[in-house]
């Protein structure tokens, strides 16, 4: 038998599957322990009533024979495609629904779409969300890291003239929740233009953005239809992260639309769509009071992120992110790896975090704290981990 041997480069378990095998564990063997989670990035908030009535209708369809539907147009029904079409035409983004691929959730698309370029050489910032690199390692392709930190506030900017075929761009980025500018973004698309590159796009974070002179899609940037693939989810902003939905913009300005028709092609054979029920929801979420509804939920997590920045702002606690984005990027206490920090945690104050290190080399030392909790939790679980990382710097 030959197997794929790339898989024998991947960690052992993905990061996430990792800490909640840890955390089990630990909650086995401590069963009586509060345990608060500001580990990964998965939303509380339950679906909305605009969501759940569409989900509802929908449902109904499904139980008549004259409004039964089988298999749908795998690009999306038009319904939800107009409706995405409408959300990008408010930011003055000008898409055609042809452009537009309805799928299960951007973490999908991230990675099957790799399979449009064959072996190819890659560009990842280091910290990077690791579903991004582990993908990469599965196809063989050649990785190289574009390092974050202080020194340029968690935003790589292109160096050189290093051709790369593909580049991922996460922002808001999971996992420092750092933004970047018009400008910014402006010198990545023009530095992918001038070397042939095609940028990948993760917006997943988008509705996050509350400084309206941030860019909250690649499509603002001029010159970015002829570079760049968007992909972007209800998970987070509609509290899909278990319903399953999402896109991906394909613009007719890329490869001279051979990307959007290769992508069609393998999204026939290989996908069979978002079932109804679930784009109906969708297209719930983007009507104006489904906007509404999530537009409090987003709030709900900025409340939680604002708790947290005072917490560690009161106790001198280095952070990023936060702001524009539902992550805090904090620094470990000197001298502490990331997973050292959290076994403290997670033993001496019951709450668990992602280290930093799970992101890449770049992240060791960080800890990313999650927004997507409970308020209440939430404001135990930051109290106590300010008062064991006070206590453990104190003492060391
Ligand atoms: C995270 O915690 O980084 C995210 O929840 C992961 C994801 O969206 O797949």
Redesign the pocket.
Known sequence: MRLNENYARLNESYL?SNIAARVRAYKEAHPKEDVVSLG???VTRPLTPAVICEMQAAAHDMAAEETFRGYGPEQGYSFLREGIVRHYAKKGVLLKEDEIFVGDGA?SDLGNMTELFGRSRVLLPDPV?P?YRDVNVMAGNRIAFAAGGKRNAFKPMPQGERRYDIIYICSPN??TGAVYTREELKAWVDYARATGAVIFFDA?YEAFVKNGDLPTSIYEIEGARECAVEFCSF?KSAGFTGVRCGWTVLPFELAGGELNRMWLRRQTTKFNGVSYVVQRAAAGALGKQGEYENRKNVEYYMTNARVMHEALTAARIWHTGGVDSPYIWMQCPRGMTSWEYFDLLLEKAGVVGTPGVGFGRHGEGYFRL?AFGNAQKTARAITRLVEVTEEFSSRN
Request: aromatic share 16%.
């Open positions: 996430f990964i990035g998965d973490k969300y579903a999971n996992p997943a998970s999650t």
